[in-house]
């Protein structure tokens, strides 16, 4: 696999981009609210029919999930045990399960731990995928470890006021994702692996100092663009 040379600083964009995304966020986030985060819906992310039910991250109208699971289908995963974090509808871990990865996924809201469910069984992955509550790394005992984690976090730095709120706002100053960064060594195994995907809607170069201060190897694989927001797919690797 090829990857982009590895950036010790976080790619930056301009103020007038800056200006844009925030009006059109502005503008798209009541119409999103009204057609797709009210209601349970059906939808279709590569091969996986989905359900996403009310307050549950959507994966194929935000674009981050698909980037993150469409990288992670290019992984060789054959019994390699991974963990799904914040996994929402599922999407992400059922990827890797179709890759022939035994996935644990987590995520603090119920509706989306119901959801993520539904999706496993009406998809036929039950043998290779469990689904549990838990904010972090909470419901897990000291040991358990995984080769790879991967999460799609919460890009906001400010509080939360719902569940439905927490897959988007990753609290004062991130706190949520410097948790993670805190907590997360001592998870992977030998050689293991956190593969994340950054947003320029961040302070990017404020996250990657989380894991800096952690002793990690890091590397951005990839980056892409969407509408008026670029996306970042990091590698941290354990020393």
């Given amino acids: 696999m090829v990857e982009n040379k590895q950036r010790m600083d976080a790619p930056t964009i301009g103020p007038a ?55 992670v289908s290019t992984l060789q995963l054959h019994s390699i045990k991974v963990l799904d974090m914040g ?30 469910k539904e ?13 549990l509550l838990s904010d972090l790394f909470d419901v897990f005992p000291e040991g358990d470890e995984w080769q790879y984690i991967f999460w799609n976090p919460p890009f906001y730095p400010r509080p939360w006021r719902s569940m439905a709120e ?14 993670f960064a805190r907590d997360v060594r001592s998870r992977l195994s030998v050689g293991g692996e956190i593969f994340l995907v950054l947003s320029s809607e961040m ?4 996250i990657l100092d989380f894991f800096s201060e952690t002793e990690f190897i890091r590397g951005n694989l990839l980056s892409k663009s969407a509408l ?8 941290f690797t354990k020393r």
């Fill in 17 to 71: 981009r800056k200006m844009l995304r925030a009006a059109l966020t502005f503008l798209a986030v009541p119409i999103i609210k009204a057609t797709v985060l009210e209601r349970t819906v059906r939808t279709h992310v590569d091969d996986f029919q989905l359900i996403v039910h009310p307050g549950v991250f959507h994966p194929r109208f935000f674009f981050s999930s698909m980037l993150l699971g469409r990288y």
């Fill in 87 to 116: 996994t929402g509808s599922g999407v992400i871990g059922l990827y890797a399960a179709s890759r022939g990865a035994y996935v644990t996924a987590v995520d603090l809201n119920p509706a989306a731990v119901q959801c993520a």
């Fill in 119 to 131: 999706n496993v069984l009406n998809l036929g992955f039950e043998s290779r995928m469990t689904v």
């Fill in 166 to 179: 927490a897959a988007w706002n990753a609290g004062e100053n991130y706190e949520v994702i410097r948790r």
């Fill in 203 to 206: 302070d990017i170069q404020r």
């Fill in 228 to 235: 008026w927001e670029t996306f970042h797919i990091y590698r």
